[in-house]
Structures are given as C-alpha cells and as structure tokens.
C-alpha cells in the first residue's frame, strides 16, 4: 500500500480514530487498519475498535497503490504531527512487519499489526451489510436532547446500566433521558420521523456523536441491529460510522418522579441562581447550597463550620407552602447550566416522600424546567442533601 494524505486531514481523521484506538492493555486495540482503494479520488478507510464501539471513516487521498496496512493509532498521530504543517504525508508499507511515513523529506518507520488479526468485531464490513430500517434525526434536535442530558450520565462503572442515556423514538417524538442516581434529565422533541425502540447508549458513544455534530451539517442515521444475539446501535453522520453494542439492562422508568405533581414553585432568573449556588456552594465546606423558598424569594445560603457564610435573596413568582431545601453544589451548577439559555428557571418540590425508583428509598426531588420553552421539553431533576 502506498498512499499521499493531505497533512492536516489525516490529523483530524486521527484525532478521531484516536477516541476509540486509546492506550489498552490489550496491545491490537491501540491500532487502526488503513484500507487504500483506486479511484477518483482514491479512499482510504480508518477502521479502530475498543471491543464495544467500532468506528469506520473515510477519507480521500492519492492513492498510488491499493492495499492493507495495520499500525498504531498513537504513534501515526504523533508522527504525522512532527511534519511540517502544509506538505503531504505519504504512508507506504514495506513489507509484511513494517510501514514508512514520510513527509518533505523526512522519514519514520512503523512496526505493523497482521490485518486479520485485528478483532474487529461481527460488524467488521460496517452498516450497509446490515439489515435493519434508519431513522434520520435532525442534527440540531440531536445536539439539543445530548446538551441538555450528557451531564447526568454516570461515570461509575458499578452502576452500568446508568454509564449512558436511553435514547428512544416512537410516535413522531424524540425521547433522551440520563441520570447518575443523584440528578436526572430528560428531554423530549416532537416532529421526528422514524422508530426506535428505547436502548441505552454508552457514554463514550454519546460523547462522540455531540463531536462529531458539532462539526458537521450532515443529517445523522440511526439503526438497531442484532448480530449474533447481540444489540449494536449504528450512528451514521458524513464519512464516518459508529457501531457500538447497547448497554443490557433496565433503564430507570423516570416518568414516575418526572409527572409528579409538585406542592411549591418559584419562578426565578436562571443566571442569579446560577451564580449565587456557585458562590453558595464556594463558602460551604460540604459543597451544599442552602434553598429557602418564601414568599415571593428564593434564599440562597451556604456556610461552613468556621464562619464563612453566603447568603442572597433572589426574588421570584412563588406559590405554595414555604420550604427549605439542601442541594449539591456541582449538580445544582451543571443542572442550570444544562437549561440555557433559557431566561428563568422553574423550581418546583413535589409531595413530601415521593419515591423515587431509581434510588431506592423514600426521598424529596426538585424539578427543574426552563422558561420560555425552547424547541423540546426540558426536565431535570436533582436530589437533595440533609440539612443538619
């Protein structure tokens, strides 16, 4: 195989290759396979897989002679960096252990990986060997439900079925729901043609779709499928293609905490609450952030045993009986900052001893809302601290 890249293409093809192809103990998974194909203009395609997410892309070149090469991930990246920044990059296999990159003059060698031995997993050839019906998702709803949810996915491997948020479509409606245990988000947007029944998406797969849209005016593809008894969720935006297996398991049933119906409300500026958590929470030495909702006010508090305190009144539209609530400073921070830009916040406290199923035990849970509205529904839930 010998093929010419431009430099600074074959930079961002590797900056995402590299995502998938990290440093694991598994030596073959830090590796990606190059396949170069003849034509007008010849295609390279970058194939890497972490044994739960293949990615394929695809990227054009001058391909001098079509072939196969395998090499690692990382050290083609930082090779291809140290060139200069306009001439072309030339990869050329020399023989069935070695490739070289060469660029302006310069040379480097790489050891190489045999292709066939490289676990690409059952969906190797990528989703058009697949059976199974597409759902496109207009990318602007898609970057609008991840926005507005990836903060409450998990980062606690124990708890798997929460490392991710479950994505559904189902009559003309988008649903997207993430939550840790400790917040919840969900988030709803009508007018989305196709079906797709409800399944959990890695982190790292919904980490790597916001990127990959953030990029692009390519409306993306979805598709479920099932190869050898396993569920694979295919993402299909542009040039590039991700196949990553569902997470199994049961995903909380959220509507029960979401519909319930609350006993007090406050209709408050969105960024002053945002600001005086923040500062709230900076004087606490337990990160808690004091609410008190009154007539007309939502006070913000927050102190630690030496005697620093913060405290400001924000006012607010109010109804219903007075409470006191403690919040965790982080989530109060991420949940607000997941509602822009929406002007005002709506705070609502349900019934006392609502119970929420997906911790287990009798407890409060303060609704959040944005208001005006935006294209979807946004509702997101925090639960609260014990107030000594």
Request: net charge negative.
């Amino acid at each position: 195989m010998q093929v010419a890249f431009d430099r600074i293409k074959l930079t961002q093809e590797l900056t995402h290759v590299g995502r998938i192809a990290r440093k694991s103990c598994i030596p073959c998974l830090e590796h990606v396979k190059l396949t170069a194909t003849l034509g007008e203009p010849g295609t390279v395609r970058f194939s890497a897989t972490d044994l739960e997410t293949t990615l394929h892309t695809e990227l054009g070149a001058e391909v001098q002679e079509p072939g196969t090469v395998v090499v690692n991930a990382r050290d083609l990246a930082k090779i291809v960096k140290g060139f200069g920044k306009v001439k072309p990059v030339t990869v050329r296999s020399l023989d069935s252990d070695r490739a070289e990159v060469s660029s302006n003059g310069a040379v480097s060698t790489l050891p190489t990986y045999p292709a066939e031995d490289m676990p690409m997993s059952a969906l190797e050839h990528g989703l058009p060997e697949l059976q199974g019906s597409a759902t496109q998702i207009p990318a602007a709803a898609l970057l609008r439900a991840i926005g507005h949810v990836d903060y409450a996915v998990t980062d606690e491997d124990a708890r798997y079925y929460l490392a991710g948020a479950q994505l559904a479509v189902a009559g003309g409606t988008l649903h997207l729901t993430a939550t840790n245990g400790h917040v919840l988000a969900d988030y709803q947007e009508q007018g989305i043609r196709g079906d797709i029944a409800p399944m959990i998406l890695p982190r790292d797969l919904v980490a790597n779709v916001k990127r990959y849209l953030a990029k692009t005016q390519d409306t993306p593809t979805f598709s479920q499928h099932n190869q050898d008894g396993v569920g694979y969720l295919g993402f299909r935006v542009g040039q590039r293609e991700i196949i990553s297996k569902v997470i199994e398991g049961k995903f909380p049933d959220a509507d029960k905490v979401l519909d319930t119906p609350p006993t007090t409300t406050a209709l408050v500026d969105r960024v002053s609450l945002l600001e005086a958590g923040r500062q709230a929470a900076g004087a606490s030495d337990l990160n808690c952030v004091k609410l008190t909702f009154i007539a007309d006010q939502v006070g913000v508090a927050g102190g630690d045993g030496s005697g620093s305190h913060f405290g400001q009144n924000l006012p607010a539209v109010w109804s219903g009986s007075d409470r006191v609530v403690g919040l965790n400073g982080t989530y109060l921070r991420q949940t607000l900052e997941s509602l822009a830009p929406a002007d005002s916040v709506r705070v609502a406290i349900p019934e006392a001893e609502t119970r929420a199923p997906y911790v287990g035990h009798v407890v409060d849970s303060i609704h959040f809302t944005p208001e005006p509205a935006g294209p979807g529904m946004v509702r997101c839930i925090v639960m609260p601290m014990r107030l000594g």
